[in-house]
C-alpha cells in the first residue's frame, strides 16, 4: 500500500481522516505533476481543527503499516459516514457543494448546490448539454443578451423593419421577460409571458405578432448556437390566438356607393377639391402609401398610360445612436421585389395626375425636398413637402366627417354614408373592384405587387364571398318574383277559364 505524504497547501483544511480513508478503500490516488508526490484530493471537514487532525495523522501513519494505520483512523470517528465525492465535487465551508469543469475552449465553470443529491443533478444536466454540443457559458446567458447578438448579425432587412422589431423588443420583452437566462426558458413561461400581454396589458393580437416575430428569430438563433436545444415559443402563438378572442375588424373596401359618394364629393367640394388627385390615384391603381407618396413626375408616362413604381417613401423614426436620430423619411426599394411593377393608369387616373398638374401650375406650388437624392415628387404639401401615411389618415377623418354631415343635411331617406376607412382600405376597394370586373388572378397579383399569391387570393376570397352573397340575395328576390308572376298567371288563367265556362253557358242557353 503506498504512502500518503504529500497535501496541497492549499488544500491543508482537508480532514485528513477522510481522505485517508478514501485513499485506503478506493486508491484514488493523484500524482502531483510538479513534484511528482502523490496526494489525496477531494474531502473537506465538517468539523473543526482540521489542520491538527492532519498532523496528528500524518504522525500516526509514518509509525504504523498500512493495515493497522486505517484501523487507527477509523477509531477517530468510528460511525462517521464517509462520502466519497467524485471529481470536480467538493464541499464548502457552509456545508454546500461545487462542481467544477473546463469547457472545449479551457474555460473553467462552477456550479452550486446546497446538497450534494442535487449537484449531482446538475451535473448530469451538464453531461447531457456536452453530449449535445450545447456551450457551457449557455446557462449564464439572458435573453436580452441573445438579442443584442441577433442585432448585431441580422442582415437583409429594410431600416424602418429593423427599427420596429428593436422598438417591439426594447419596449415589451427587456423590461422584465428578457432578462432571463435562455436555458431556463420553459414554454410555458413565454405562453405565460404572451397571457401577461393579452389579459393584463391589453394588447391586441397583430402587436403580440410583432412581439413574437422578433423573440422567436432570437429563441432559433440560440438553438443554431448551440445554446438551446428547441425553440420554446414553437406554436405558442398559435394557441394564444386560439385560446383568446381577439376583437379583429376585417378590413374592407369601400362599396361602389361609397366610393363614388367619395369620389364625387372631393371633386365638387370648394374646400377638399385639391385633394381630390391624390385620393382619386389611390383608389384607381392600389397603390401603397409609400409608394404613392414617392411617385415622381418622371416616374409616370401620361402618353401611354403607365406608372412606374420602383421605390417607395418611408417615414419613421430613426433611433440608431450611430446617425441622425428623430422622425424624417427615408427612399427604399419596394416592399418585397414583386413591388417592383408597371401599374396601367384609368382614364379617371390619368385626368387626376393632370388636374394635379393644372392645380400646382397655378398656384405656383412645386416639391422643395430632396429625399436620399430623389426629389420632383407628384404630391406635394403647400410647404413642398411630401405626404405620409399619419397626415393622409387624418385628412381621411375630416373628409368622413364633412362628407357624412352634407349628406345628412339633405334628409334622405337611407341615405350612403361613408365609414371609417384609412389610405390602405382604398388598395383594397381597388382589388374589391377588380374581383367585381372579373379580372384575372395573376393579372392582380402583378398589379398589386403580391410577392406571395396566396396574399392575393386571400382578399380575393373575402370580395367574391361578399359577392356570392350578394348575388344569391338576387337570386333569392328572382325566385321569388317568378313564384308570384306564376301565381299571378295561374290567377289569371283561372278568371279566363272561368270566364270562358260562363260565356259558353250563356251561349247554350241562347
Known sequence: MATVTYIKEAKQHISAMKAVIRYCQREDKTTDPKSGRRYVTGLNCSGTNAFTEFLATKTAYNKLDGINFYQYVQSFSPREKVIVLRKGECQRKNGTYHYSWTDAGGKRHFVYAPTLEELREKEAAIGRDQMDGIKAEARYVTLNELFDLWCQLKRGLKNNTFENYKYMYNTFVKPNFGKQRVTALKKSDVKRFYNHLADERGLQASTIDGVHTVLH??????????????????GVLKELKQSHVFKTEKRRGLTKPEQDLLLDFLRKHPVYNHWYPIFAVMVGTGLRVGELAGLRWCDIDLEEGIIDVNHTLVYYDHRDPASKQGC??????????????????????????????????????????????????????????TFYQGSLNKTIRRIIRDCNDAVLQKGEENPVLLPHFSCH?????????????????????????????????????????????????????????????TQKQGEKKAKTGKRRAQTGITGQQK
Open 217 to 234: 428569430q432570437v429563441l432559433d438563433m440560440a438553438v443554431d448556437d448551440n445554446y438551446i436545444r428547441s425553440n420554446p415559443s414553437g
Open 328 to 385: 424624417y423619411f427615408n427612399v427604399h426599394t419596394p416592399k418585397t421585389e414583386a413591388g417592383k411593377r408597371q401599374v396601367p393608369m384609368l382614364e379617371f387616373v390619368k385626368e387626376a395626375f393632370i388636374m394635379e398638374q393644372e392645380y400646382q401650375r397655378f398656384t405656383w406650388q412645386a416639391c422643395k425636398v430632396t429625399i436620399d437624392g430623389y426629389t420632383d415628387f407628384i404630391f406635394v404639401n403647400r410647404d413642398g413637402g
Open 425 to 485: 382600405s382604398l388598395r383594397h376597394t381597388f382589388t374589391t373592384r377588380m374581383c367585381e370586373a372579373g379580372v384575372n388572378i395573376k393579372v392582380m397579383q402583378d398589379t398589386l405587387g403580391h410577392a406571395d399569391i396566396s396574399t392575393t387570393l386571400n382578399i380575393y376570397a373575402d370580395v367574391t364571398r361578399e359577392l356570392k352573397k350578394d348575388e344569391f340575395a338576387g337570386l333569392d328576390s328572382y325566385f321569388k318574383g317568378e313564384e308570384k308572376a
